[in-house]
């Protein structure tokens, strides 16, 4: 039983929930500073083969999943267990004790109390239930010896705040341990106009399937004149069972979700070949197609043959294209095209309306967190429980109407668990109420 003891009062220190909390702190500051889940040479060529042994044998690459972080979020939260077993019990019989038991001496004796020497006929018109709604608080009452004791109190629960906080913590950490157990991470490169239903995981070597089919049908990209990117964003369509269940604009910080896989916009990669969409501007027929660079194609129902014969390009970006398209037997027509421009193509016989762009690949990082809503209940939780241990407190007054022979007097009396200053205005403002009426 000693060792129990001892090993009880250990898990409920101060001392120790300093150490681990700590503890974190700092290695969340290492995993912030040492890049995580990089390969083993990138380590060595970073810090040199033997801290990146010494990393390795630490799991400091996959620090968030190592052993012994997982075991400092186990101290905590057996720390947080036991303390709050130990220390709940009391604040719940505070909250339930039987106010009116309090004797009037004790009253009188209070930090914040006050008596009045009244008349009859104030005793008999003064209204105790009124008087405790002017405190925003409901009474209850009991007969004491020569006269009856009033009780109001408000906030008890926020007693509690702590406590919620504490759970709000195991929540998280149960939130985020079954998403680090159960949750999928990966990433793929999904051209434009195609689709796949499968990515590539983070933490295994084969691919994983989406259980349905996610297709880029568009990617735009602006950039600044010298070159670098602006912003991007990528079209995607949901494909389920066959059917397009789902069409969306996603960017860097705009992501889509379907069936609990969220796909982040995250890079791109563009290619040397191009999307072609033709009008003819008479029959509104249209043909849009990948078309690779200086090779020809054909649209064999308007006997159209085009291609890009030219382009002009800065670093891996395709600016300008050079567009030849010959209809029939009649001379063909060069014309150059911006980036992403789109110009009426005429010939001897029909006008064609052509739009090229550079062809790209859409980035997307794909993560399944079934832990997510847990940790996004853990959070509400917390602030739940912070704005009750910070903001509210447990505001108690008690009201004797004192009938003895020596005169008919009002005894108040009250205390609260925190804010001693908001508490003793509210006192004041009930003293004020009692004055009013000599």
């Given at each position: 039983?000693?060792?129990?003891?001892?090993?009880?009062?250990?898990?409920?220190?101060?001392?120790?929930?300093?150490?681990?909390?700590?503890?974190?702190?700092?290695?969340?500051?290492?995993?912030?500073?040492?890049?995580?889940?990089?390969?083993?040479?990138?380590?060595?060529?970073?810090?040199?083969?033997?801290?990146?042994?010494?990393?390795?044998?630490?799991?400091?690459?996959?620090?968030?999943?190592?052993?012994?972080?997982?075991?400092?979020?186990?101290?905590?939260?057996?720390?947080?267990?036991?303390?709050?077993?130990?220390?709940?019990?009391?604040?719940?019989?505070?909250?339930?004790?039987?106010?009116?038991?309090?004797?009037?001496?004790?009253?009188?004796?209070?930090?914040?109390?006050?008596?009045?020497?009244?008349?009859?006929?104030?005793?008999?018109?003064?209204?105790?239930?009124?008087?405790?709604?002017?405190?925003?608080?409901?009474?209850?009452?009991?007969?004491?010896?020569?006269?009856?004791?009033?009780?109001?109190?408000?906030?008890?629960?926020?007693?509690?705040?702590?406590?919620?906080?504490?759970?709000?913590?195991?929540?998280?950490?149960?939130?985020?341990?079954?998403?680090?157990?159960?949750?999928?991470?990966?990433?793929?490169?999904?051209?434009?106009?195609?689709?796949?239903?499968?990515?590539?995981?983070?933490?295994?070597?084969?691919?994983?399937?989406?259980?349905?089919?996610v297709r880029c049908d568009k990617f735009i990209i602006e950039f600044y004149d010298n070159g670098m990117p602006k912003e991007y964003q990528s079209t995607l369509t949901i494909i389920d069972n066959g059917i397009e269940v789902l069409t969306e604009d996603i960017q860097v910080n705009s992501p889509l979700t379907y069936?609990?896989?969220?796909?982040?916009?995250?890079?791109?990669?563009?290619?040397?070949?191009?999307?072609?969409?033709?009008?003819?501007?008479?029959?509104?027929?249209?043909?849009?197609?990948?078309?690779?660079?200086?090779?020809?194609?054909?649209?064999?129902?308007?006997?159209?043959?085009?291609?890009?014969?030219?382009?002009?390009?800065?670093?891996?970006?395709?600016?300008?294209?050079?567009?030849?398209?010959?209809?029939?037997?009649?001379?063909?027509?060069?014309?150059?095209?911006?980036?992403?421009?789109?110009?009426?193509?005429?010939?001897?016989?029909?006008?064609?309306?052509?739009?090229?762009?550079?062809?790209?690949?859409?980035?997307?990082?794909?993560?399944?967190?079934?832990?997510?809503?847990?940790?996004?209940?853990?959070?509400?939780?917390?602030?739940?429980?912070?704005?009750?241990?910070?903001?509210?407190?447990?505001?108690?007054?008690?009201?004797?109407?004192?009938?003895?022979?020596?005169?008919?007097?009002?005894?108040?009396?009250?205390?609260?668990?925190?804010?001693?200053?908001?508490?003793?205005?509210?006192?004041?403002?009930?003293?004020?109420?009692i004055d009013k009426l000599n």
């Amino acid at each position: 039983m000693t060792n129990l003891k001892h090993i009880w009062n250990f898990f409920t220190s101060v001392k120790l929930a300093i150490f681990t909390l700590c503890s974190l702190a700092i290695t969340s500051i290492i995993g912030t500073i040492i890049p995580q889940g990089e390969s083993a040479g990138f380590y060595a060529k970073q810090y040199g083969i033997k801290a990146a042994h010494f990393m390795q044998i630490l799991d400091i690459p996959d620090m968030y999943y190592s052993w012994w972080f997982l075991l400092l979020l186990f101290i905590l939260s057996i720390n947080l267990l036991v303390c709050s077993i130990e220390r709940f019990p009391r604040v719940w019989a505070i909250i339930h004790t039987d106010n009116l038991k309090v004797t009037t001496e004790r009253i009188a004796k209070m930090a914040n109390s006050r008596e009045w020497q009244v008349s009859v006929a104030d005793m008999e018109a003064f209204n105790p239930v009124a008087f405790f709604k002017t405190a925003g608080m409901t009474s209850s009452s009991k007969a004491i010896d020569n006269g009856t004791l009033y009780f109001g109190q408000k906030g008890k629960y926020s007693r509690t705040g702590v406590y919620l906080v504490h759970l709000s913590i195991l929540v998280i950490f149960a939130g985020a341990t079954i998403g680090s157990q159960l949750g999928l991470k990966g990433s793929v490169m999904i051209p434009e106009m195609q689709g796949t239903s499968k990515f590539f995981s983070s933490s295994q070597p084969e691919t994983i399937d989406l259980g349905f089919e996610v297709r880029c049908d568009k990617f735009i990209i602006e950039f600044y004149d010298n070159g670098m990117p602006k912003e991007y964003q990528s079209t995607l369509t949901i494909i389920d069972n066959g059917i397009e269940v789902l069409t969306e604009d996603i960017q860097v910080n705009s992501p889509l979700t379907y069936k609990g896989f969220t796909f982040y916009q995250s890079s791109y990669q563009g290619y040397k070949d191009f999307i072609v969409s033709i009008t003819n501007q008479d029959t509104k027929q249209t043909k849009q197609t990948i078309l690779p660079f200086q090779k020809q194609q054909n649209w064999e129902e308007n006997d159209v043959r085009f291609g890009i014969v030219n382009a002009e390009a800065l670093g891996q970006r395709f600016t300008r294209t050079k567009f030849w398209l010959k209809n029939g037997d009649t001379p063909a027509v060069l014309t150059w095209l911006d980036d992403n421009e789109s110009r009426i193509v005429t010939t001897a016989n029909n006008s064609y309306n052509v739009h090229v762009k550079q062809m790209y690949a859409t980035g997307l990082q794909i993560a399944k967190d079934p832990g997510v809503w847990i940790v996004y209940i853990g959070c509400g939780l917390m602030l739940l429980g912070l704005y009750m241990a910070f903001f509210l407190s447990h505001r108690r007054i008690w009201l004797c109407q004192d009938t003895s022979a020596a005169g008919p007097r009002l005894i108040l009396g009250g205390s609260t668990n925190k804010n001693q200053l908001a508490f003793k205005q509210l006192f004041t403002k009930l003293e004020n109420v009692i004055d009013k009426l000599n």
